[in-house]
């Protein structure tokens, strides 16, 4: 477990180092004043695409011998409404679910309130997902 802490405390340090948790930066994404956020994302689209990439080509495999076969999931309109969501939740909080541990671990203690809402809806979420569009 203690590889995963580990692990987890790196990831924090470079989400909080490289100021994509900085509330000012998605703003300014947002209001498309910078390229700062969109480089990133887009680096991080990239280099997932070069992954399964070079995955398929070569027929990686885990560390136990199991084949990785990348799932395909069908469209379904139930994304554009969760994809709404998601980013008006981002911009008006300024936190996506991500970083929400680090951005409490720099010290923004009212990103607690942000992440009892994430939690609060996906537990609503729970409670109403055979009623919502899939």
Known sequence: MIKYFLSGVLFGVILVKSEVVSWWRIQEMFRLES???????GSAVVTGILSIWII??????TWGGEPIVPKTV???KGQIFGGLLFGFGWAITGACPGPLFAL??????VIVVTLLS?????Y?????REKLPH
């Not at 994430?118 to 996906?122: D, E, I, K, L």
Request: net charge positive; no cysteine; charged share 15%.
């Open 35 to 41: 390229f700062h956020m969109y480089g990133v994302i």
């Open 56 to 61: 398929k080509k070569f027929r990686i495999r």
């Open 74 to 76: 069908p469209f379904q």
């Open 104 to 109: 409490i671990g720099a010290g923004f203690d």
């Open 118 to 122: 994430a939690v609060a809806g996906t």
């Open 124 to 128: 609503v979420y729970g409670l109403l």
